[in-house]
């Protein structure tokens, strides 16, 4: 018996019984939709994640002091860090939430005091006035660079240098305002102010700096100037416990395994379901099976082998499944496209992930549907056709 | 053309044998038109599934054109009936899904014989059995008599050395039955090899031959006069 003659007849019978088949199929329907889903929506969150990264700069360097309290790290050691061979730029942050006040408004947000270095080493720039001078941190001048969203929120425009705000209580003069940049995962990198390292360690009450972002002239030394900041760090502390250097690429892959397992469970419980769908297909098979043992008798009279029934079934339960995969994809896109605008995540369905739903359906009919598919083969014809 | 030799059937229920078939031998040639009589419960139709391949026998010999079938598997016994024989059946047996010419086509598809070829050939035997304006219909939209006809043609499609019959009009009326061994009479006058099981005496008439079976053996092997 031909292939595409098989098709038909296995067409054929899942048509003439339209409520039972488009049932026998929801499960798959459910699961396929679910899988796509899914993994639609946790490739688009990775992606956006890794290009948010990826835009703070991959030459940059992070370093995190943890230990105790004597672990600080002095202005010498900073000047040695500067001067190890492929740096570029340092700059010590210190960070802290702060309330900002102007006028009758106010609004909370994150604070960095830092030095002029910031700039270079965090691709930061100002639209408007200029950034951190120097002269700013020698002198303690209470000046501050804002971001747009702090200035939309307390003025309600955005060229408000000159303009003063009060930053926990003492007042700042604002001298820039920061290049617009989008919100990423840590928050709105437009809703933060940042003043000089000197004038920060006193309003925040710390003179510890714990964090230092580093540049390295090119991207290709990262890795050579990280080894070397550990072991200058390790020799300084005597303990390689007490701080962490870390880079784009590192902070990268963490996420991106993050966001993989986390895909890959989701994914796991949807797969679950696509197997509850494959047992309600071989449920239904081997109905299917009894109720027509009459007319498997009848087809192995006429001369039907065992191969061409076995073959019969097992094409009806694919197909049954395949199409069930098929709706399930359809589904899938309607899903993501709407999940996607209403959690605001630039989702989009590959079509590798299309081609898997699409084989694992028809897999899951397959396999589940051959004990149903050799039950019918094995039968007795005489048996068969004596089946009332 | 189908020669039996010495061959039995045995039922194994439990620890009781029940015997179906006992050690009967038999030859029937090509053209004849054969009735096997007997009462409900004496062989007669292990001894139809066994010459059509259905079944096989526990003992004995089983010649097919010359060839000893006997130990064929069931792939080689299914290209058997496929090749060999076209069943008719008392309860008509047609796939009630399917149209008419659908029906009479399933053999071809199983032959492997091409979408074309299949249906020229599957209108044909219909129109020969005086249903060309049925082709389409199923066979709930079918008179007994009419389906049995399609039955017939599905039995003939494949050109088969053998009709085999079992009791073919117990499901009619006896005017379609009439017409339906008129039907066996007129494809036994065009060479047709014949096999009608059946327990009426009056449908066995048609045949030229009547062997009668009784508790699993031959009591009788006769010609018949011309009706």
Do not use: W
């Not at chain 1, 790290?73 to 900073?78: I, P, S, Y």
């Not at chain 1, 691709?123 to 969203?149: K, P």
Request: net charge positive; with cysteine.
């Amino acid at each position: 018996m031909k292939f595409t003659q098989a098709i038909k007849m296995a067409f054929s019978s899942i048509l003439s019984n339209k409520m039972r088949s488009f049932l026998t199929m929801l499960g798959v329907i459910i699961g396929v939709t679910a899988v796509i889903t899914l993994i639609a929506l946790g490739q688009g969150s990775t992606q956006r994640v890794s290009s948010q990264i990826e835009s703070l700069g991959t030459n940059l360097i992070i370093i995190n002091i943890t230990g105790g309290r004597n672990r600080s790290v002095t202005q010498e050691d900073l000047e040695r860090i500067k001067s190890m061979p492929g740096v570029s730029e340092i700059a010590p942050v210190l960070s802290g939430g702060v309330t900002v006040k102007a006028g009758n408004k106010n609004t909370n947000t994150s604070l960095e005091a830092t030095t002029p270095g910031y700039q270079e080493v965090r691709n930061t720039h100002v639209q408007l006035g200029r950034f951190l001078l120097q002269n700013d941190l020698d002198m303690r001048f209470r000046v501050a660079v804002i971001g747009v969203d702090v200035a939309d929120e307390l003025f309600g425009r955005r060229d408000v240098v000159g303009e003063k705000i009060s930053i926990n209580g003492v007042e700042f003069s604002i001298v820039g305002i920061l290049e617009e940049k989008g919100s990423s995962i840590a928050g709105s990198d437009d809703n933060r102010v940042i003043i000089p390292l000197t004038t920060g360690q006193r309003l925040l009450r710390n003179t510890e700096v714990r964090t230092f972002y580093l540049s390295t002239q090119s991207p290709d030394v990262v890795n050579q100037v990280v080894a070397e900041i550990q072991r200058f760090l390790t020799r300084k502390f005597n303990d390689e416990n007490s701080f962490r250097v870390f880079n784009q690429t590192q902070l990268l892959s963490t996420i991106n395994e993050a966001t993989t397992t986390l895909t890959m469970m989701l994914s796991g419980i949807a797969g679950i379901s696509l197997l509850v769908g494959g047992i309600g297909i071989m449920n239904i098979m081997l109905v299917s099976v009894t109720e027509r043992t009459r007319e498997i008798g009848i087809r192995k009279a006429i001369g039907a082998k065992r191969r061409d029934i076995l073959i019969q079934f097992l094409i009806e339960s694919a197909v049954l499944s395949g199409l069930g995969g098929v709706l399930g994809i359809m589904l899938g896109f309607v899903g993501v496209s709407f999940l996607s605008r209403i959690l605001n995540i630039p989702a989009a369905i590959s079509a590798e992930v299309v081609l898997l739903a699409t084989g694992f359906s028809v897999g899951v009919g397959v396999i589940f549907g051959l004990y149903p598919a050799s039950k019918a083969a094995s039968l007795n014809p005489i048996d068969a056709l004596r089946y009332e | 053309m189908i020669r039996l030799e010495n061959l039995s059937k045995i039922y194994k229920m439990g620890d009781n044998k029940v015997v179906a078939l006992n050690n009967i031998s038999l030859s029937i040639n090509k053209g004849e038109f054969v009735a096997i009589m007997g009462p409900s419960g004496s062989g007669k139709s292990t001894l139809m599934n066994i010459i059509g391949c259905l079944d096989v026998a526990t003992e004995g010999k089983y010649y097919l054109d010359g060839r000893d079938i006997t130990s064929y598997n069931q792939n080689q016994l299914a290209e058997v009936r496929n090749k060999k024989f076209g069943f008719v059946f008392q309860g008509f047996n047609l796939l009630p899904k399917l149209t008419a010419l659908e029906n009479v086509e399933l053999p071809l598809i199983y032959a492997g014989v091409g979408a074309k070829k299949r249906r020229e050939e599957a209108i044909r035997t219909l129109e020969m059995m005086g249903l060309k304006e049925r082709i389409h219909h199923r066979p709930s939209e079918l008179s007994g008599g009419q389906q049995q006809r399609v039955a017939i043609a599905r039995a003939l499609v494949n050109h088969p050395s053998v009709i085999l019959a079992d009791e073919p009009t117990g499901n009619l009326d006896s005017k379609s039955g009439m017409e339906i061994m008129q039907i066996f009479k007129e494809l036994h006058s065009r060479g047709n090899t014949i096999i009608l099981i059946t327990h009426d005496i009056n449908v066995a008439r048609y045949a030229r031959r009547l062997i009668t079976i009784r508790d699993g053996q031959i009591v009788s092997d006769e010609e018949v006069e011309m009706q």
